[in-house]
């Protein structure tokens, strides 16, 4: 048989092309996820597109438009104690009284450590100044504890966090946590709704994950990327043990993520948020798809989709622009996001990100928070960004004290650690803690909610969620139906959190040993979801294919050309084989 010439070519650009592929990705050479995909090098098409300019654009195109107070929402006009009082009854008559930040600028790591230092002397029978862990540069990544019992897990009491500075060089999340803890601080005596707060919640702050990338980082970069990764060159929202496998950057862990996935086994959290900058929106899980060959705007629902869409949109409304879902309008017209927030999925895949792994591997719910699009705003305008997120701030903080909470006991009336929690009709669990008690996130409606662990009997109970309405209390009695096994029952395959019996608190994990591979969990299959029609706003929505495609963070990716040249490489050396 003859084969034409040109077959003949097809056959072998196609069997180079598989060997190439197969060579290449289970090597992380080529990976679509950290690459094309990463950053805003496509366009709606899929097609790579370069986003370099060819000279340093106006750092004012940047800036958020104002909106008028008359077009504004509702819930970013409210005051701080009204937000509070929608969830925890306090005395709004201090308001007025209200103490600010005493000064808006730059704090390097020294600075930053001295005025963690100086509040917590300042502030002992309220705070706690502790370290996560260190830098690859050694620096302390610190976490100022705030709670009427600093240091102690109080039965009852939701653990919140917050998380700033991943990415060295986007800066605002860095600085408006450092304003945070300074007014729940100074406003604890002169404002009931504060102490309420803090007497409510035990709320943990992280201002810096990236401590060594800040250092290095240059103030007034708008999308650069001098800063954004470790000491490693290794982006720190990439290095997280994936859902979907392993690839290039999240192969080994970071000191800072190991440091970190620590932390977060190491404390009972329920709600975190992790700020971000480089764009306007409030983004959720599922970060990642499974198919690297997706359609852009494919969107991959986490089973508490409802929930998260929920704490996103809390963010996003009360804040002055976020909501409107035009990031920035001057910097890019055509980028949109109906509400002001997005699934991480549909907005681009981002394999080893920190939200997807804090869902599926602990009883955390996180969402990430970009800021606004330039990145290291010069100090002047950082008064601003306080002003526009200190409401949002406040508002999803209170959002840990909704949906379910109660203690799973025996009949001794004895605390049950580690008992699983599980929703009818939602394939994700979480665990109840040391003292027994749980907190489960969920949006309003009616459930049925089972109690369970090995060696008791299972209790069942029919609860309605009310919409902006304090947690409603379920407690659950499991009688004793042989010696106590301590372990977790996780039909999802979470990883339970371990607790000493006789102290009550978490038991240390080694994160090396347990997080090397990853546990899988039984997921919803992604779904794609249609553009939503914008409703009525200043902007109008850009038509055309959706342009939820911008760059998260903002940085392209080495390994996108390292990867690429390395797959071209594979290809020309089999056509050379085969004597193309």
């Given at each position: 048989?003859?084969?034409?010439?040109?077959l003949?070519?097809?056959?072998n650009?196609?069997?180079?092309?598989?060997?190439?592929y197969?060579?290449?990705?289970p090597?992380?050479?080529?990976?679509l996820?950290?690459?094309?995909?990463?950053?805003g090098?496509?366009?709606?098409?899929?097609?790579?597109?370069n986003?370099?300019r060819?000279?340093e654009p106006?750092?004012?195109n940047?800036?958020?438009d104002?909106?008028?107070?008359?077009?504004?929402?509702?819930?970013?006009?409210m005051?701080?104690?009204d937000?509070i009082?929608?969830i925890?009854?306090?005395?709004a008559?201090?308001e007025?009284?209200?103490?600010?930040p005493?000064e808006?600028k730059?704090?390097n790591?020294?600075?930053?450590?001295s005025?963690?230092?100086?509040l917590?002397?300042?502030y002992?029978?309220i705070?706690?100044?502790?370290?996560?862990?260190?830098?690859?540069?050694?620096?302390?990544?610190?976490?100022?504890e705030?709670?009427?019992k600093p240091?102690?897990?109080?039965?009852?009491?939701?653990e919140?966090?917050y998380v700033?500075n991943?990415?060295?060089?986007?800066?605002?999340?860095?600085?408006?946590?450092l304003?945070l803890?300074?007014?729940?601080?100074?406003?604890?005596?002169?404002?009931?709704c504060?102490?309420?707060?803090?007497?409510?919640?035990?709320i943990?702050?992280l201002?810096s994950?990236?401590?060594?990338?800040?250092?290095?980082s240059?103030v007034?970069d708008?999308?650069?990327?001098q800063g954004?990764t470790?000491?490693?060159?290794?982006?720190?929202?990439?290095?997280?043990p994936?859902?979907?496998?392993m690839?290039?950057?999240n192969?080994?862990?970071?000191?800072e993520?190991?440091?970190?996935?620590?932390?977060?086994?190491?404390?009972?959290?329920?709600?975190?948020?992790?700020l971000?900058g480089?764009?306007?929106v409030?983004?959720?899980?599922?970060?990642d798809?499974?198919?690297?060959?997706?359609q852009?705007?494919?969107y991959n629902?986490?089973?508490?989709?409802a929930?998260?869409?929920q704490?996103?949109e809390?963010?996003s409304?009360?804040?002055s622009?976020?909501?409107e879902?035009h990031?920035?309008p001057?910097?890019?017209?055509d980028?949109f996001?109906?509400?002001?927030i997005t699934?991480?999925a549909?907005?681009?895949p981002?394999?080893?990100?920190?939200?997807?792994w804090n869902?599926?591997?602990?009883?955390?719910?996180?969402?990430?928070v970009?800021?606004?699009c330039?990145?290291?705003p010069n100090?002047?305008?950082l008064?601003?960004?306080w002003?526009?997120?200190k409401?949002?701030?406040?508002?999803y903080?209170?959002?840990v004290?909704?949906g379910v909470?109660?203690?799973?006991?025996d009949?001794?009336?004895?605390p049950?650690?580690n008992?699983t929690?599980r929703?009818e009709?939602?394939?994700?669990n979480?665990v109840?803690n040391a003292d027994g008690?749980?907190?489960?996130?969920?949006?309003?409606?009616?459930?049925?909610?089972?109690?369970?662990?090995?060696?008791?009997?299972?209790a069942?109970r029919?609860?309605t969620?009310?919409?902006?309405?304090p947690?409603?209390v379920?407690?659950?009695?499991?009688a004793?139906?042989?010696?106590?096994?301590?372990?977790a029952?996780?039909?999802?395959?979470?990883?339970p959190?371990?607790?000493?019996?006789?102290?009550?608190?978490?038991?240390?994990?080694?994160?090396?040993?347990?997080?090397?591979?990853?546990p899988h969990?039984q997921l919803?299959?992604?779904?794609?979801?249609?553009?939503?029609?914008?409703t009525?706003?200043?902007?109008?929505?850009?038509t055309?294919?959706?342009s939820?495609?911008?760059?998260?963070g903002?940085?392209?990716?080495?390994?996108?050309?390292?990867g690429?040249s390395?797959?071209?490489?594979?290809?020309?050396?089999?056509?050379f084989?085969?004597?193309?």
């Amino acid at each position: 048989m003859v084969f034409h010439p040109a077959l003949l070519i097809l056959t072998n650009l196609l069997t180079c092309w598989q060997f190439a592929y197969s060579a290449a990705i289970p090597n992380g050479l080529l990976n679509l996820r950290q690459g094309a995909y990463q950053n805003g090098y496509y366009g709606y098409n899929g097609q790579l597109q370069n986003k370099l300019r060819f000279q340093e654009p106006n750092p004012q195109n940047f800036l958020d438009d104002d909106v008028p107070a008359s077009e504004r929402s509702p819930q970013s006009q409210m005051s701080l104690s009204d937000i509070i009082r929608r969830i925890l009854p306090c005395d709004a008559s201090g308001e007025s009284g209200f103490v600010e930040p005493a000064e808006f600028k730059y704090h390097n790591y020294d600075e930053l450590t001295s005025m963690l230092k100086g509040l917590a002397q300042a502030y002992p029978t309220i705070t706690r100044l502790y370290s996560a862990g260190k830098s690859t540069q050694g620096r302390e990544l610190w976490v100022m504890e705030i709670s009427a019992k600093p240091g102690v897990h109080q039965p009852g009491v939701p653990e919140f966090k917050y998380v700033g500075n991943m990415h060295g060089n986007e800066v605002v999340g860095r600085e408006i946590l450092l304003n945070l803890i300074e007014v729940l601080l100074k406003n604890y005596d002169n404002m009931d709704c504060i102490k309420t707060v803090v007497r409510s919640t035990r709320i943990h702050i992280l201002p810096s994950m990236n401590p060594d990338g800040f250092e290095v980082s240059q103030v007034g970069d708008t999308e650069g990327v001098q800063g954004r990764t470790n000491m490693h060159n290794v982006d720190l929202n990439r290095n997280f043990p994936d859902q979907y496998g392993m690839r290039q950057e999240n192969r080994q862990q970071e000191a800072e993520t190991l440091a970190v996935m620590q932390w977060i086994k190491s404390y009972p959290f329920v709600l975190s948020a992790n700020l971000h900058g480089g764009s306007l929106v409030a983004n959720y899980p599922y970060d990642d798809v499974k198919d690297i060959f997706a359609q852009i705007g494919t969107y991959n629902q986490s089973p508490d989709d409802a929930v998260f869409k929920q704490l996103a949109e809390t963010y996003s409304q009360a804040h002055s622009t976020m909501f409107e879902g035009h990031p920035c309008p001057r910097y890019n017209q055509d980028e949109f996001f109906r509400d002001g927030i997005t699934n991480g999925a549909k907005w681009y895949p981002v394999a080893g990100g920190m939200q997807d792994w804090n869902y599926l591997n602990s009883n955390t719910f996180e969402i990430t928070v970009e800021l606004g699009c330039w990145k290291y705003p010069n100090p002047e305008y950082l008064q601003q960004f306080w002003q526009v997120n200190k409401r949002p701030l406040i508002a999803y903080l209170m959002e840990v004290h909704k949906g379910v909470h109660g203690f799973v006991r025996d009949d001794q009336n004895r605390p049950i650690a580690n008992a699983t929690i599980r929703v009818e009709g939602i394939n994700h669990n979480v665990v109840s803690n040391a003292d027994g008690d749980y907190w489960r996130l969920l949006a309003p409606g009616d459930y049925r909610i089972t109690a369970l662990k090995k060696g008791y009997t299972v209790a069942r109970r029919k609860v309605t969620v009310v919409k902006d309405a304090p947690a409603t209390v379920v407690n659950f009695q499991l009688a004793s139906q042989q010696p106590e096994d301590n372990s977790a029952v996780r039909e999802d395959g979470n990883a339970p959190q371990q607790f000493d019996e006789a102290s009550r608190e978490p038991v240390t994990v080694s994160i090396e040993d347990e997080f090397r591979e990853f546990p899988h969990q039984q997921l919803v299959v992604p779904s794609v979801i249609p553009p939503l029609a914008p409703t009525t706003k200043r902007h109008t929505a850009p038509t055309g294919p959706s342009s939820e495609v911008a760059m998260r963070g903002g940085a392209p990716s080495q390994g996108a050309s390292v990867g690429l040249s390395a797959f071209i490489i594979l290809l020309l050396i089999c056509e050379f084989y085969l004597g193309f």
